[in-house]
T-cell receptor, first 119, second 117 residues
Framework: GAGVSQSPSNKVTEKGKDVELRCDPI?????LYWYRQRLGQGLEFLIY????????KSGLPSDRFSAERTGESVSTLTIQRTQQEDSAVYLC?????????????????FGPGTRLTVT | AQKVTQAQTEISVVEKEDVTLDCVYE???????LFWYKQPPSGELVFLIR??????QNEISGRYSWNFQKSTSSFNFTITASQVVDSAVYFC??????????????FGSGTQLTVLP
């Protein structure tokens, strides 16, 4: 079946502009995650959605970052007033459940990412 | 707080050599999961394995094997008879059981493996 998809694949924007990144999770996956990967580094957690529960925003680096998800479908990550340090690959992942007791359904499957460059 | 350390930044081997990628983790959770992901040059993360904290059995899948040792908080990954297609960045990751930590993965900084022909 279809995997996680993200758009756009690449985005170049000027400092100070707002950007919106989109993630389409695997159908039926209730949990959705956003991560950021700076060049040559590991992934940093940003935000987590589980069904209709309140999202876990503990990883968002500043109030310029926000994300929305409608039900168990598409999610958008918005970065306002972009800064050069926001340049990174933004990865989205989904899993059947975000519940650790979910066992094998807990694996996170990643999309190809959006490469954001702020000039 | 959780932490994953991959001390090897880059490893280079010649094809057919065996190679072990180290992963050391820190967590106060008693229940947790450990993962390995592969990130080839294309950039997409590929899930390789998940291991829960109650299962210390080593696992082998083809040329891949994993050694989980709770006593040393390590979850090392060995590729036997490496191939050029194994060239990628490999990430070790951890998720815990406490609220807030259960959901997201804490990643190591990755090990760049280059397999030379």
């Amino acid at each position: 079946g279809a995997g996680v998809s993200q758009s756009p694949s690449n985005k170049v924007t000027e400092k100070g502009k707002d950007v919106e990144l989109r993630c389409d999770p695997i159908s039926g996956h209730t949990a959705l995650y956003w991560y950021r990967q700076r060049l040559g580094q590991g992934l940093e957690f940003l935000i987590y959605f589980q069904g209709n529960s309140a999202p876990d925003k503990s990883g968002l680096p500043s109030d310029r970052f926000s994300a929305e998800r409608t039900g168990e479908s598409v999610s958008t990550l918005t970065i306002q007033r972009t800064q050069q340090e926001d340049s990174a690959v933004y990865l989205c992942a989904s899993s059947l459940t975000g519940n650790l007791a979910g066992g094998s359904s807990y694996e996170q499957y990643f999309g190809p990412g959006t490469r954001l460059t702020v000039t | 707080a959780q932490k994953v350390t991959q001390a090897q930044t880059e490893i280079s081997v010649v094809e057919k050599e065996d190679v072990t990628l180290d992963c050391v983790y820190e967590t106060r959770d008693t229940t947790y999961y450990l993962f390995w992901y592969k990130q080839p040059p294309s950039g997409e993360l590929v899930f390789l394995i998940r291991r829960n904290s109650f299962d210390e059995q080593n696992e082998i899948s083809g040329r891949y094997s994993w050694n989980f040792q709770k006593s040393t908080s390590s979850f090392n990954f060995t590729i036997t008879a490496s191939q050029v297609v194994d060239s990628a960045v490999y990430f070790c990751a951890l998720s815990g059981s406490f609220s807030g930590s259960a959901r997201q993965l804490t990643f190591g900084s990755g090990t760049q493996l280059t397999v030379l022909p």
